[in-house]
């Protein structure tokens, strides 16, 4: 099922807006690669992890800390990646 232009301008701007720039960076570099592509399933699971402390996110991301079960499994393995993050010269 395609997301509609609402849900995913609101989910892109949620994901670009974490509070810190390394969360909007990560976060947001995969809402950038990923949203279009994402099932109605990955979307739930992506929601969800947007409820989650930026600091606790990228702890998991790092490798510093074990998710919660609810969001392990192959999503949080493409957040893992970090190979959609674009870097931008200051």
């Known amino acids: 099922m395609a997301l509609d232009e609402t849900r995913r301008k609101?989910?892109?701007w949620r994901a670009h807006h974490r509070g810190t720039r390394e969360a909007d960076m990560m976060v947001g570099g995969f809402a950038d690669r990923w949203l279009t592509e994402?099932?109605?399933t990955?979307?739930?699971?992506?929601e969800e992890l947007m409820d989650e402390q930026d600091v606790d996110i990228?702890?998991?991301a790092f490798g510093r800390g074990e998710p919660p079960e609810r969001l392990q499994?192959?999503?949080f393995e493409r957040?893992?990646?970090?190979d959609y993050i674009r870097l931008v010269p200051r």
């Open 10 to 12: 609101q989910l892109l």
């Open 42 to 46: 990955e979307i739930a699971w992506f």
């Open 58 to 60: 990228m702890a998991w």
């Open 38 to 40: 994402l099932n109605e």
């Open 73 to 75: 499994g192959p999503m």
């Open 79 to 82: 957040l893992k990646a970090l």
